[in-house]
């Protein structure tokens, strides 16, 4: 291995370690997946986490500021196709190999700046953030499960934002408690954190249960090395949303919903044999 390809793996393998500490779930995901996209993945991953952590965690620093240059950064990288930060340089590694649009980018990024400014959230911009914070996201995974093929990736386009958004909206809530408390915000449009009641609450979950609906025609037509594991990942985030339809709406507001990471294992487990033994 020369220098540079050692440069470049070292900066992926960073970006797989990022991924690990920071979520359990993800990267036992990611491992269902053929192995030629667990570092892809993983690239992209740790782009988006060390990004969400700017608008989420560095309360006593200027997170605008913070963000405008991690911005300018990740342009710099993806355009010169080299940077010392290794999250960046191993992200724009595969934006560029797997041409990933710079407008995916643009859009997630947009996304993180709302986080910044906005507190509550009306239909279009509720709309606008999950696109850019969680579809888009699943949009560059496909754009590296279709390794160029960019008539697949059209076709697959549209069922692979309506799986994003139900991932998103799950999290949304999952953590609507510590959203409200922490930080202040309240994704869902038109829902007061104060007056979170029973029809609030199934509204909220009609819709997610739709989007997961609808995103099952584009996972069933993935490619082979990554219908697996993005199965395995709907089934793991449709039983974490079964969970939270079960409870009441005082629980989703007084404490956030956890799965330990053993019982995760075993919900990924389980999902991975369900899958390959046909039986969802």
Not at 7 to 35: M, P, V
Request: net charge negative; charged share 30%.
């Amino acid at each position: 291995m020369d220098a540079i390809s050692l440069y470049n793996q070292t900066t992926l393998e960073c970006s797989k370690l990022i991924t690990e500490r920071y979520s359990t779930s993800f990267t036992l995901g990611i491992k269902t997946l053929a192995k030629e996209f667990h570092l892809p993945v993983y690239a992209i991953y740790g782009f988006v986490r060390y990004a969400d952590e700017i608008v989420d965690t560095f309360h006593d620093q200027d997170k605008q500021a913070l963000l405008e240059r991690f911005k300018k950064d990740t342009y710099e990288a993806i355009e010169s196709k080299i940077s010392l930060n290794p999250v960046l340089h191993a992200f724009q590694l595969i934006v560029n190999e797997y041409k990933i649009d710079l407008d995916l980018i643009e859009a997630f990024l947009h996304s993180m700046a709302m986080d910044l400014d906005f507190k509550t959230y009306n239909d279009s911009k509720y709309h606008e953030y999950i696109y850019g914070s969680a579809e888009v996201v699943g949009l560059m995974c496909l754009k590296v499960f279709c390794k160029g093929d960019d008539a697949e990736y059209q076709r697959l386009r549209e069922p692979a934002c309506k799986l994003g958004a139900a991932f998103q909206k799950v999290n949304f809530l999952r953590d609507i408690k510590s959203d409200y408390e922490e930080r202040g915000r309240v994704y869902f449009p038109g829902v007061d954190f104060n007056r979170f009641d029973t029809s609030v609450k199934t509204l909220i979950e009609e819709d997610i249960q739709k989007d997961f609906d609808d995103s099952l025609i584009g996972i069933a037509g993935l490619p082979a090395g990554a219908k697996l594991g993005v199965k395995v990942a709907y089934l793991y985030y449709q039983k974490l949303f079964d969970k939270i339809k079960k409870l009441p709406p005082e629980t989703i507001t007084q404490e956030r919903v956890r799965i330990p990471n053993a019982k995760k294992l075993t919900l990924l487990f389980g999902s991975y044999v369900e899958n390959k033994l046909g039986f969802s």
